[in-house]
């Protein structure tokens, strides 16, 4: 049987429209976020509106021997949803329904509903859902849980994994399966569940998630911090996480801060060398107590200037500003995104090491932070069409990984292993974990078409 006659079976399995062919339109599938130059054109495009349409879409491709690219928004960092020569992207962009459960706070979510929208519902019945990435207004909440996305409140709230209490998944072999669900207790059987928040959409497709809500996050003070030096700003997020745990610590260089005021033109200083957004969300007199300490650790760490606010509205502009840099750095040139992390008494050493990759290498690297729990994402700033400073910036890329793994950290911390950083994850999990991650690859996906080249 030939490919074409073979599409014309997926098509006639499908409704009318869903399977895409269209080059031009199937060319929109090619790259995500991360702008993987060597990503391909997909063979097809299922864009798909139910757990049976990815089914029925499966199972062809199981048949048919051929490799599966499953795709949310396309807002992944990380190369993971890119398209690959030959294969099938199944999309879960179409599949947008919500559930609220106010009784249980729970939310059952298809996976194609954004992050921010996924807020709005709980919102309506007065609930809140934490995992909050900087791209939360534009980014899925499949996605999240394929990547276990984090955010701007994990260092106090926790990750995407902290809310996801059951999934239905599509396997390799076109079988949905249900595992956890709207229980807040649950020990029975293996804990299936957490082995595919984060796996990349290279065990199953997620069709389905059950989260865990929060009552409403309470307001938040905040406290802006400007410093002369990076390692001093990284001093004071160490002499914070040693006695509070904020809401928010966020962390913003001096090409981050200036970019960002060129976009948003909100009065940062521009002379700063790093900047600190933290806050606070704790109730009464604890809040108070909080926004002294961090207020102290600024100023014992020589802040240039310290400025704290209980307005609301004044603190979320700030949040909004650290929400923009990666945008605005981009403008000033094609980004190699970072995403390392590190024990958060070493990440002095990471920001020092990072600034001596930079002078290295001479090629402009930009740090923003969510500083409170040490996941950085370094942001490489180079011209494509200068070979050789594409070239340095190459190097730079994996020796940032390379010095976050020989700190004891690792090479993602909420944008996910992907296609582009699969190199430096033997090096972190080392042989045996390898070993035992693709047996479990192997007997899932036995004849690896899932999201293949991503992770393994």
Not at 81 to 86: A, D, E, L, R, T
Not at 377 to 385: A, C, E, Q, T
Request: charged residues 20%.
């Amino acid at each position: 049987m030939t490919r074409t006659l073979a599409l014309d079976d997926l098509i006639a399995a499908l409704p009318e429209g869903m399977v895409v062919t269209d080059p031009d339109i199937c060319g929109g599938y090619r790259q995500d976020r991360a702008l993987d130059p060597d990503a391909a054109i997909p063979l097809a495009v299922v864009r798909a509106e139910s757990t049976d349409h990815v089914v029925a879409a499966v199972r062809w491709c199981a048949a048919n021997r051929v490799a599966i690219v499953p795709r949310g928004a396309g807002t992944g960092l990380s190369g993971g949803s890119g398209g690959v020569n030959g294969a099938i992207t199944i999309s879960t962009e179409r599949m947008r329904t919500i559930e609220i459960d106010p009784v249980m706070r729970v939310a059952v979510v298809q996976p194609g509903l954004l992050n921010a929208e996924v807020k709005a519902a709980a919102a309506q019945h007065g609930l809140w859902y934490p995992p909050d990435p900087s791209s939360f207004e534009i980014c899925s909440i499949g996605g999240n849980a394929a990547t276990n996305a984090g955010g701007l409140c994990c260092v106090k709230y926790g990750v995407t994994t902290d809310y996801v209490l059951g999934m239905q998944v599509v396997l390799a072999d076109g079988r949905a399966v249900r595992l956890g669900g709207p229980r807040l207790k649950d020990s029975a059987g293996l804990s299936l569940t957490k082995l595919f928040v984060g796996s990349e959409g290279t065990l199953g497709i997620i069709t389905e998630v059950t989260l865990r809500l929060l009552p409403p996050q309470p307001a938040a003070s905040t406290v802006v911090g400007s410093f002369a030096s990076v390692h001093d700003a990284t001093e004071a997020v160490l002499a914070i996480t040693d006695r509070i745990r904020p809401a928010m610590l966020e962390f913003m260089d001096s090409v981050a801060i200036n970019a960002v005021e060129d976009h948003l033109k909100m009065g940062l200083d521009r002379s700063a060398g790093a900047m600190l957004v933290a806050q606070s969300d704790s109730p009464g007199a604890a809040a108070a107590e909080e926004i002294a300490v961090i207020t102290a650790a600024f100023e014992a760490n020589n802040a240039t200037e310290v400025f704290a606010t209980d307005d609301v509205a004044e603190g979320e502009a700030f949040t909004v500003a650290r929400r923009m840099a990666i945008p605005a750095v981009e403008k000033l040139g094609s980004l190699l995104l970072e995403d390392v992390g590190v024990p958060l008494p070493t990440l002095p050493d990471l920001v020092d090491g990072i600034a001596a990759i930079a002078a290295g290498r001479e090629v402009m690297i930009s740090v923003i932070a969510h500083a409170g729990d040490g996941n950085t994402h370094p942001l490489i700033v180079f011209d494509p069409d200068d070979t050789d400073q594409a070239a340095r910036a190459q190097l730079a890329f994996g020796e940032v990984m390379d010095l976050a793994i020989g700190l004891g950290g690792t090479i993602t911390g909420e944008h996910g292993v992907g296609r582009l950083k699969k190199p430096w994850l033997p090096d972190q999990v080392g042989a045996d974990v390898m070993d035992i991650s693709r047996r479990i690859k192997d007997a899932l996906d036995p004849d690896h078409l899932m999201n293949p080249g991503t992770m393994f």
